[in-house]
């Protein structure tokens, strides 16, 4: 991101109070066990899922921008009745030896609301569209030791430019699963414990792990499934 569009990110994050870190671990799952990760989740949490439908520009820095390409995304939240535009910029990972030995990616991020014009002004600074998704599925939002979203979605690409309508699933049969949480310098070993040990209880259906580092299908999912279709999932823990 360019310094310009990082200062005033970075300003109206500090002015909302916004965290400028975040954990965060990845996995997938097949599409015909998400009803009954849902269920899981359900019990898991307490709070009724909230449905999830954004559509994702990534955009990259010309040269004439700084020496080093980077890259900031806009959401779009397409399941409000109008629209709303979130930036975001995700910054480097946390380094290491304490951060080899954590299984939850551990990163910089600000981010902040913005106003329906936000790309054509990135456009102006010279911004340039790198690709664009659309992410559809629900997420749950609860306080469990840190405030944790967790996200399910099928990942889907535009065959046309911006042609939502029209997007088809990059993996079919396949859902993206995230787990992420807020965080700062100062409480971020906090947030990795919460977010590590709800992350055990979806084990059986999943393996969740550091974003880049595929673990694939747990085989243990169809059994878990069964089980949890049967029953109607668990209690609140």
């Known amino acids: ?15 909302k109070g916004l965290f400028s870190m975040e954990c965060v671990v990845q ?14 989740l359900q019990g898991l949490c307490g709070v009724q899922r909230e449905r999830l439908r954004t559509h994702e ?12 390409a980077s890259e900031v995304r806009l959401l779009c939240d397409l399941e409000q009745t109008e629209p709303t535009w979130t930036v975001r910029h995700v910054g480097g990972a946390m380094r290491g030896a304490g951060a080899e030995q954590i299984s939850v990616l551990v990163r910089t991020m600000v981010e902040s609301k913005v106003s329906k014009n936000v790309l054509r002004l990135f456009y102006a600074l010279g911004y340039k569209l790198d690709h664009e998704l659309l992410r559809v599925g629900f997420a749950f939002h609860f306080q469990r030791g840190a405030q944790i979203t967790v996200t399910v979605s099928s990942v889907n690409k535009m065959l046309k430019l911006h042609s939502t309508d029209e997007a088809v699933p990059v993996t079919p049969g396949i859902q993206l699963v995230e787990v ?3 965080a700062s310098p100062e409480n971020y070993t906090e947030v990795v414990a919460a977010v590590s040990s709800f992350c055990e209880y979806l084990a059986p259906l999943l393996h969740l792990s550091k974003p880049g580092i595929s673990t694939g299908v747990v085989p243990t999912a169809a059994a878990a499934a069964a089980s949890l279709m049967s029953d109607g999932g668990g209690t609140t823990l």
């Open 57 to 68: 520009l990534c955009l990259k820095s010309a040269p004439n921008l700084g020496a080093v």
């Open 1 to 15: 991101m360019s310094r310009f569009c990082f200062l005033v990110v970075q300003r109206e994050a500090e002015n």
């Open 27 to 40: 996995g997938i799952i097949e599409t015909q066990h998400v009803e009954a990760l849902e269920i899981l």
């Open 180 to 182: 992420t949480a807020p």
